[in-house]
């Protein structure tokens, strides 16, 4: 995953508590985009990025915010965690309309 | 809406045992379909792109095919290590390019290939 990089890699939270993750990447890429990966759905994109301070949602937005401040880096944010977000969260990037992503690692967040 | 069925849901070879993965879509006009494979605990990793009904593209014992309607992954004398979840994804050629270049992904076929 040479380029972009997701933090942390592993989380545990609580209920109702809010939970970040991270997304940086190296390749001044222009689109950026968070999805999330259950059996059964396959991956589903909660929002993505086409510029810095430019976001908007996907088709599971609801629960989530995102902030992007700076090109290499978009920020996924949990404002209060529910059992329901217990999920994998990838972060994608892509260079320009009509290529395919490159992918981060994942985060493996589990809400208890 | 955008949608991808991908058939089957797992698949079982023996090592050199050719085969093929489905991929059926429907989109409002297609500008890409993309097949990825995923490793366990890991990121998909990009595979190909096809553009149009009649592409081919090829990766050592891969082969993409593209129809108007589906898609196929061919895999070929398979080996242990392309054991993974192959994964397809559709990209709409109505999206404004200001919404990114947005993918609806299958949900993947988990291709086990033994020795």
């Known amino acids: 995953d040479a380029g972009i990089t997701q933090s942390p890699r592993h989380k545990v939270t609580e209920t109702g508590t809010p939970v970040t993750l991270r997304c940086h990447q190296t390749e001044n890429h222009r689109y950026m985009y968070w999805y999330r990966q259950d059996p059964g759905h396959g991956l589903r994109l909660i929002h993505y990025?086409?510029?810095?301070?430019d976001t908007d949602k996907g088709e599971v937005s609801d629960g989530y915010s995102v902030s992007r401040s700076k090109t290499e880096d978009f920020l996924l944010t949990l404002e209060s965690a529910t059992s329901s977000q217990t999920s994998v969260y990838f972060c994608?990037?892509?260079?320009?309309w009509g290529y395919g992503y490159t992918f981060g690692s994942g985060t493996r967040l589990t809400v208890v | 809406e955008d949608q991808v069925t991908q058939s089957p849901e797992a698949l079982r070879l023996q090592e050199g045992e050719s085969s093929s993965l489905n991929c059926s879509y429907t989109v409002s006009g297609l500008r890409g379909l993309f097949w990825y494979r995923q490793d366990p605990g890991k990121g998909p990793e990009f595979l190909f792109t096809l553009y149009s009904a009649g592409e081919e593209k090829e990766k050592e014992r891969l082969k993409a095919t593209l129809t108007k309607k589906e898609s196929f992954l061919h895999i070929t004398a398979p080996k242990p290590e392309d054991s993974a979840t192959y994964l397809c994804?559709?990209?709409?050629?109505?999206?404004?390019?200001?919404?990114?270049?947005?993918?609806?992904f299958g949900e993947g076929t988990q291709l086990t290939v033994n020795p």
């Open positions: 990025s086409y510029g810095v301070k």
């Open positions: 994608a990037i892509s260079e320009r």
């Open positions: 994804a559709v990209q709409a050629s109505s999206r404004q390019e200001t919404s990114g270049s947005r993918l609806t």
